[in-house]
Each structure stands twice: as C-alpha cells, then as structure tokens.
C-alpha cells in the first residue's frame, strides 16, 4: 500500500493513492485501506481535487458509489475520470457511463465534473489537463 508522488513542472503535485476497489485483499486489510485513504483526503488542506478513476468498462459499483457519497458528505472536491474507454465500443462506454451519471443523480443535485479517457488513444486528455491546469490558476489568485 504505497502513496505515490508525482512533482509536474516543478509547480504542482499529483498524489497517486492505491486502489481501494479491485484489488484482492482481505476484509481487514481493504478496512485498513480504506481508512488510510479516508485519513489521507481528510488531513490534505492543500487538496484542491481527488480524481475518482472509474472503469469505463462496468456498471456503477457500490463500493465507486460509497466512496463518492463520502467524498460528498466530507465536502471534499472531486471529479470523475472514467478510464479505459478504449477497450469496449464507444456506444457500450458511454452506455455505462449514462446509467453510472444517472445513478448518481438520484442523490446529487449537481453532478461532479467527469471525464472520458483513454490512455492508450490519449482520448480526453486535453480536457482533463485544462480542468487541472483551471484549478491550478484558480487557486494561485
């Protein structure tokens, strides 16, 4: 269970936090994860956003739909990055991405900002990068 840390540009920070979903792990070890990471976003006053990374490939999971509750009731800022939407056709993805979206709403008045990506095809890095470097700049003044 490591936390990854990664300087871009010498200006900023991207945090890389382990899986708390798919991994194979025990149910003491997945509570002893989850609870580092709740710890972790909790005590970050510099956080100015957690990426949620989703497989685009799967249908809302409980344990994606937890976590976004919790990040919502701590007030914690967050976008969604629904991943690997390469692997599946583009229909299939944004089926998936739909009803994960809808589920959402029937406790959100206000959907997070959330973004479709591929690394392998590079599909929707720009505008992924541009929602990182907003917030940057929003948040030097």
Same mark, same amino acid.
């Given at each position: ?18 899986? *708390? ?16 990471i709740?710890? *972790? ?23 994606d ?7 919502? #009731? ?8 629904? =991943? ?8 299939? =993805?944004?089926?998936?991405v739909? =009803?994960?979206?809808? =589920?959402?709403?029937?406790?959100? #008045? ?16 720009? #505008?992924?990068?541009? *929602? ?10």
């Open positions: 269970m490591l936390i990854n840390y990664f300087r871009i540009d010498d200006s900023w920070l991207v945090v890389d936090l382990p899986g *708390y979903g798919y991994a194979k792990r025990s149910k003491k070890e997945q509570d002893k994860l989850v609870d580092m709740h710890n *972790y976003v909790i005590g970050r006053q510099q956080l100015l956003c957690l990426f949620v990374l989703i497989d685009s490939r799967h249908t809302p999971q409980k344990i739909l937890d976590f976004i509750h919790w990040l919502g #009731e701590n007030g914690i800022p967050f976008a969604i990055v629904f =991943t690997k939407c390469d692997k599946q056709s583009r229909a299939k =993805t944004f089926a998936n739909n =009803t994960f979206l809808k =589920t959402l709403e029937e406790e959100w #008045e206000e959907l997070p900002p959330h973004f479709v990506t591929s690394a392998e095809t590079r599909e929707g890095r720009e #505008e992924l990068l541009e *929602y990182i470097y907003s917030i940057n700049k929003e948040s030097k003044g």
